[in-house]
């Protein structure tokens, strides 16, 4: 019982972020109890102490959660150093002209920020700094260790679906020959048979050889993508529309094998099979100037409801796998209405790895 209580304090912490505040509030304490002896009275103590954290605090969240995502993260050192010391001497001078307001009405002269400027910033800006410098310090060791964990998850994904696949591998070369002598036993006559075995072979070979790699070319995939919905449209009748549109050059571009096609699965099995209307498998992909857009479209009957797994490879692994490989890089949209299922995912350009080649 005590360790459900231990684990909702937990949530609930890092859910409502209470463990800032905390440490704000240790901040506030602390340099309350070390304040300047010689402020006027307790009243104008707390008020510059407020300052100081708030002035702190702003710093922190503004260097933290916008200047290292934006600048630092993306290597634009030099930006991120010009705008990190102008916010850290800006609010600065902006802290000691706050501290100033309230200390003036016990001084008969005017205080004028810039008067003794150099032992101000030495007493203001320079601990400011310092304590910013900290903070962003802490959050890039911890983006560090987020990122070798997200390596070592990725590494060990990647190890359970290869053993996966080797379980359930057949011998290549055997299954291969298959099909070769297969392919020479249909009637000369029967192309279309023929051309599907054909299909199949290729489909084979891409899982087999070609997806052993940590990306493949995009038109690799998409020539998949195209076999695959081509078989599965020969077992439909003409009551089935099945349709892939490509826009954009997607030569040069990377994906992660396999990524797309899950959602193709799921559209294949939960299709309509209306007698007295259209039924339809659309996909579509896009690629636009930073961003690959990638849909599936499907009607469905108006009383299914949501699809519990797709095709052995359930929602939720997909969207773990997605977390895994593209963090907060990707948008997955999914909509599920009375007579159609549309899947939406968009990966942006600058996770599409270049291809060396």
Known sequence: MFSNLNMDYREILLKYKLHHLLVWLLFFAGWFYFRNP??????????????????????????????????????????????????????????IAMIMHLLQPFFAIPLRVFDNFKARAYDNIIPLFLLVSTGAAAKMVQQYIISQKNLAAISREKTETELQYLRGQLNPHFLFNSLNAVYFLIDKTNAAARDTLLRFSDLLRYQLYDCSADKIDIAKELVFLSDYMHLHEIRLNQNYEVELKKEGDFSGLQITPLLLIPFVENA?????????????????????????????????????????????????????RLDLLYPEKYTLEIKNEEQLYAVTLVLQADEISESLS
Not at 55 to 82: D, E, G, S, W
Not at 269 to 289: C, E, M, W, Y
Not at 300 to 320: D, H, Q, T, Y
């Open 268 to 320: 294949f099995k939960h299709v309509s099979h209306h007698s007295d209307q259209k039924n339809f498998i659309r996909v579509a992909v896009r690629l636009t100037g930073k961003s690959l857009h990638f849909s599936v479209f499907n009607s469905k009957e108006e009383s299914s409801v949501a699809f519990p797994g797709w095709g052995g490879i359930g929602l939720a692994n997909v969207r773990r």
């Open 38 to 95: 010689n402020y006027p009275n307790a009243t104008v103590a707390v008020q510059i102490t407020a300052v100081k954290v708030s002035i702190l605090a702003i710093l922190v969240y503004f260097t933290n959660y916008l200047l290292i995502p934006v600048f630092l993260n993306r290597k634009k050192y030099l930006v991120f150093a010009i705008v990190y010391l102008s916010s850290i001497i800006g609010l600065g001078i902006i802290k």
